[in-house]
């Protein structure tokens, strides 16, 4: 929700939502680098075919500063194709690379799964799955 926020910020002041990020971490070289990178690895700023969008994101959890860029296309009867999901993190010091890059695939599984078919049932007042069982995550 706060990067779709940052994007409609950039609407409005008529930038590119990457541009405007990098305007916003300014004074961090870090989160900067991340981004930056991001971006590079996605090609952003070339054009896509017709019917294909992008979108990019930047993140603090944990100490974790991550970046990503989204790819999607619109197919004939409206649905969603997801192309591509091009991450950027730098986690500081890292143990096990694996452990580190399963927690960020995981993290994508997890948004995607909340944005494009996650759903979560209320009735008198309270949620309908109890616990993540009931909930449908993408594979």
Known sequence: ALESFVDELAREAVQDPYLYRRALLAHDARALAVLDAA???????????????????????????????????????????????????DAGRVYDPGI???????????ALSGALKGEVTFAEGRAVPTNFDGYDVMR
Do not use: C, D
């Open 100 to 110: 580190a890059a399963s927690n960020i695939e995981g993290g994508v599984v997890w």
């Open 39 to 89: 971006a590079s690895r996605a090609g952003w700023g070339t054009p896509l075919p017709a019917g294909q969008g992008r979108g990019i994101a930047f993140a603090e959890a944990f100490g974790t500063l991550l970046a990503q860029v989204v790819e999607l296309a619109v197919e004939p009867g409206k649905q969603i194709r997801l192309r591509r999901v091009v991450t950027a993190a």
